[in-house]
Nanobody, 115 residues
Framework: QLQLVESGGGLVQAGGSLRLTCAASARSYVMAWFRQAPGKEREFVSRITYDGDTYYSESIKGRFTISRDNAKNTVYLQMNLLKPDDTAIYYC????????????WGQGTQVTVSS
């Protein structure tokens, strides 16, 4: 079973930045970030393939950047120009083999953006 551990969350003021880290126990073809705010459904944020192809949701495009270090089985989410609406628990997810579903999830890390 693939283990994912997120870190890097915290409290920042609007306009600030955070970098989230997801450390995986093994290689995964697709790694992604999701987030969930209180009372809302889990929302897709961004994903990256093993060869570096990236995709972003429209809500964060231009502000967040996803990247990965395959040698470390680690994915990052650089979050800039943070807004209060970005406040959520951020989860790392990964696929298993070539299956499209995100079968593995981390425990989440809290991001809080104050106005």
């Amino acid at each position: 079973q693939l283990q994912l551990v997120e870190s890097g969350g915290g409290l920042v003021q609007a306009g600030g930045s955070l970098r989230l880290t997801c450390a995986a126990s093994a290689r995964s073809y697709v790694m992604a970030w999701f987030r969930q705010a209180p009372g809302k459904e889990r929302e897709f944020v961004s994903r990256i393939t093993y060869d570096g192809d990236t995709y972003y949701s429209e809500s964060i495009k231009g502000r967040f950047t996803i990247s990965r270090d395959n040698a470390k089985n680690t994915v990052y989410l650089q979050m800039n120009l943070l807004k209060p609406d970005d406040t959520a628990i951020y989860y790392c997810a990964a696929t298993s083999g070539r299956q499209p579903a995100y079968d593995f999830w981390g425990q989440g890390t809290q991001v809080t953006v104050s106005s």
